[in-house]
């Protein structure tokens, strides 16, 4: 496999609600590529998404993580899950959490970092979402506007 591609698709069929959206799939993702799914509502975009980041097990086909070298099956006994930051489209913050506490959650249960560490980084993140630290690190998620909880939902990914 080529050092750049990261993630590798293989005949990938989608199936939701007892009926197949997608067959055959096969596609690379390559490094510092831009990869847009685009389709109508219901054709399998959102499907295809779980499918890809490991949330949903294929019932054929197979995804598989290229980075570092090293093949390894998004579904199989080592899945690198920790690699991969996700966005959901809606934000997905905890709304019991401040903005910092949700960077920080992942942090704490991922990362060798001690609670300095956690909430530096965190910070940092939230500068490089454009997110101005001194109003949102301590506000709830509800305080902010959808964008701003979009690009808070970046900075955790």
């Known amino acids: 496999m080529s050092s750049d591609v990261l993630m590798r698709v293989e005949d990938l069929s989608l199936h939701a609600g007892g009926r197949e959206l997608q067959h055959g799939l096969t ?6 590529e831009v990869l ?3 389709g109508a509502s219901g054709c399998g975009k959102s499907t295809l998404l779980r499918h890809m980041i490991g ?13 570092g070298g090293e093949a ?13 930051g996700v966005a959901f489209q809606a934000g997905a913050l905890w709304s019991s959490m401040t903005v910092g506490e949700n960077l920080m959650l992942p942090l704490e249960l991922y990362a060798d970092m001690d609670a ?6 965190a910070r940092f993140k939230l500068a490089l979402a454009g997110l101005p630290d001194a109003t949102t690190f301590d506000a709830e998620p509800a305080a902010l506007s959808g964008g701003m909880r979009k690009r808070a939902a970046i900075a955790r990914a």
């Open 27 to 32: 596609f690379d993702v390559m490094a510092g």
């Open 72 to 84: 390894r099956d998004m579904h199989g006994d080592d899945p690198p899950h920790r690699e991969i």
């Open 116 to 121: 300095a560490q956690r909430e530096s980084q």
């Open 36 to 38: 847009a799914i685009v």
């Open 55 to 67: 949330l949903q097990t294929p019932q054929k086909g197979r995804v598989t993580w290229t980075a």
